[in-house]
Nanobody, 117 residues
Framework: VRLEESGGGLVQPGGSLTLSCAAS????????MNWYRQTPGKERELVAA???????NYADSVKGRFTISRDSGKNTVYLQMNGLKSEDTAVYYC????????????WGSGTLVTVSS
């Protein structure tokens, strides 16, 4: 599986951004697609997840502000981020979890989101 992320950038507090992650290759192996984020000195944290069946899960810190969605036809997952705060500043990583089906777990290269005035 290969992942290509896009959509990061600079946004003011309260603004919105949408991240995209396009998967290619052995996409049939993917059970869940996730967005993680990481800031310097901190561990990577799960932000949002969507299963093959469409079940979603969110970190408490982003509930009500972020929405994860999946276009299975395009093998693409999106992260719509609204009401952005300075503490949302991080490198965001797309992850395709195919461990259950194929024993693979793939990460994107990351996209930087900076929330600042």
């Amino acid at each position: 599986v290969r992942l290509e992320e896009s959509g990061g950038g600079l946004v003011q507090p309260g603004g919105s951004l949408t991240l995209s992650c396009a998967a290619s290759g052995r996409t049939g192996c993917i059970s869940t697609m996730n967005w993680y984020r990481q800031t310097p000195g901190k561990e990577r944290e799960l932000v949002a997840a969507v299963t093959f069946g469409g079940t979603t899960n969110y970190a408490d810190s982003v509930k009500g502000r972020f929405t994860i969605s999946r276009d299975s036809g395009k093998n693409t997952v999106y992260l719509q981020m609204n009401g952005l705060k300075s503490e949302d500043t991080a490198v965001y990583y797309c992850n395709a979890d195919g461990r259950a089906k194929c024993g693979i777990n793939t990460w994107g290269s990351g996209t930087l989101v900076t929330v600042s005035s």
